[in-house]
Every structure is written in C-alpha cells, then in structure tokens.
C-alpha cells in the first residue's frame, strides 16, 4: 500500500528553512517551527521544496534539514522530501539520502530552465522513479515551469512503477478532476493552491501542501475537517478567512513575508532567505502588519 496513503490526515506545511543572517541553517528555528506544527495538528512535512528553497541552498542544508525533519516527526507524521535540483543526478542522489534518513517519499518538479519538452520530462520522472527508494510524487506547477501539460499527458506518469502520485498547483480543477479519473485507488493527490485548498479537496483531491500552512495551521486545519465531514460551506467560510491572511502575501512577496510572519509569532529567530531573495523592508514590514491586523492570525504576532 501506498504509505502516504495510511493517514487521514494530509495536511503537510510546505516547510520553510529558517536561514541565520550568514545563510546557516538556524537547527534550533526549525525544530521550534515543526514541533508548533505538529502541536497545532498537521499531518506531516514536505521539505526542501519551492518554500524551502530547496533548489537555492547548499546540498549540505538540504540534507540536513530533512534528517531533522524526519527526527521530528517520528510518531507525529509523514515526510515528502522535494529533492529537485538543476543536476538531475544530485536530485537522484537526494532521494537516496531521503531513503537512507527515514523519510516516507520523495516529490520534484520537473525540469524546466531553458525549456524541457514533455518526452523529456517524462524521462526524467522515469529515472527518479527507478532510481527512488521511496515512493515519487510528481509535481505539476505551471506558474513556475511554464509547461502546460494535459491530463492525458500528466496520466502517463501515474502509470510509471513507484509514482505514488501529484502534487497539483494549478487553478483548472477541470484538469485536476480529469486526472483524478486516471488514478488507481493506491495513489495520491496533494492540493497545492493554498487559497483553493476547500475547492480542491471538493474536486477530490486527498490532501494539501502548502507555504501558508506554516503560521495558520489550525485554520488551514478547519479547512480539512469540514471538507472530510461533508461540510463544504463551513470550509469555505473557513477557507475565506485563510484568504484574508493569503491577500496581502499575493501582494508582496510570499516568501520573505511568510518569514516575517513566522518571526513576528516567534516560531523562527530570523527573517533570512537564501541570497539573494531579500527580507521585506521596514515600510513593507509595516504594510504587511496593517493588512493582517484584523485578520485570525492577528493575535499570533506576538513580536
């Protein structure tokens, strides 16, 4: 059985790597954030990923948040370790290490810097899913990728041996729910749209991953409850205030403010991304603190 498949619980944070101000890993940050995020009722993690600014760190962070990630989580949840790189053979070599630690699958996207045609992302998956000793969860991101695929295609990939599943982060829900159609009672689909996470899971998506799950869990939880009770208009109520609180981030920049977020609830001693993504100024910092005022997380920011 597909192990991602034996929790009811699916909500995974797409982890964020707390970064000191000279680019280190902050090891204490990180196990204060995913020892909150278990607290507040998560399913599981998945790290290293575009939150994580997998792709931007040192092959030596990647690894070493994800053997922390998987310590941390031992009888708490699951852990899907983004090993995505520029050199396909360092993300082969990453999905081994997640193996190695104890991590429970592995996901990537596709590759995509200078343009890949659909038979080569094909090939790719295929050898990740080989050479993977843990089930693979493909990524489907047009906004980032710039690949359009269709479900017809996206399908193909299911049908690869060791494919668990997608991780889809796109707004057609015709296409989600098409592919849905291609998949075998033993995979898995990941919501990856954090402000359509009641309409993707009415669709028929199993779970979510997503960046805003780090500093709202428990509503981004609320979401999830009423969606698997049946209760669609409480999850869109709920979801409805998780967008007040995902506005003004599609305003700014997501990432650098989701740190300051995490900062001001004092859940990461630092606002640090990796080079050269910049923290939010102070005039943005003001900004982005007005617009969450009256919004559910506003009793969070403690700092």
């Known amino acids: ?81 983004h090993v995505g ?54 990524y489907f991101i047009p906004s980032l990728t710039g690949q359009q695929h269709s479900f017809v295609q996206l399908a193909q990939l299911l049908a690869l041996p060791n494919v668990a599943g997608f991780k889809y982060t796109a707004p057609d829900f015709y296409v989600m729910q098409r592919l849905l159609t291609r998949f075998s009672p033993d995979q898995i689909l990941y919501n990856g749209q954090d402000e359509a996470l009641a309409l993707g899971l009415q669709v028929g998506a199993h779970g979510g991953i997503g960046t805003t799950y780090n500093f709202m869990p428990e509503l981004i939880m609320q979401v ?38 995490l900062y001001w609830q004092g859940l990461i001693d630092h606002v640090n991304c990796a080079f050269p993504r910049a923290a939010l100024t102070e005039a943005q910092q003001k900004q982005l603190r007005d617009l969450l005022s009256t919004t559910a997380i506003a009793e969070t920011l403690v700092r």
């Not at 205030?241 to 003004?248: L, V």
Request: hydrophobic share 40%; charged share 20%.
């Open 1 to 81: 059985m597909n192990p991602l498949l034996k929790t009811d619980n699916r909500i995974l944070p797409a982890l964020v790597t707390p970064l000191t101000p000279d680019g280190s890993l902050d090891e204490k940050s990180a196990e204060r954030l995913i020892d909150h995020l278990y607290a507040k009722g998560v399913g599981g993690l998945y790290v290293t990923g575009s939150t994580g600014e997998g792709i931007y760190l040192d092959f030596e962070i990647r690894r070493r948040i994800v053997e922390i990630a998987v310590s941390r989580s031992k009888g708490h949840g699951q852990v899907i370790v």
């Open 85 to 138: 790189a520029i050199q396909a053979s360092k993300a082969f070599e990453l999905a081994q290490h997640a193996g190695r630690v104890g991590a429970d699958a592995v996901s990537s996207i596709p590759p995509f810097a200078g343009g890949y045609s659909w038979d080569e992302v094909k090939s790719f998956y295929t050898q990740l899913a080989s050479e993977s000793p843990l089930p693979v969860v493909a």
């Open 224 to 261: 999830y409850r009423h969606c698997q009770a049946g209760q669609f208009a409480e999850a869109v109520a709920a979801q409805k205030r998780a967008n007040d609180i995902i506005e003004p981030l599609l305003m700014s920049q997501g990432l650098a403010a989701s740190k300051q977020i």
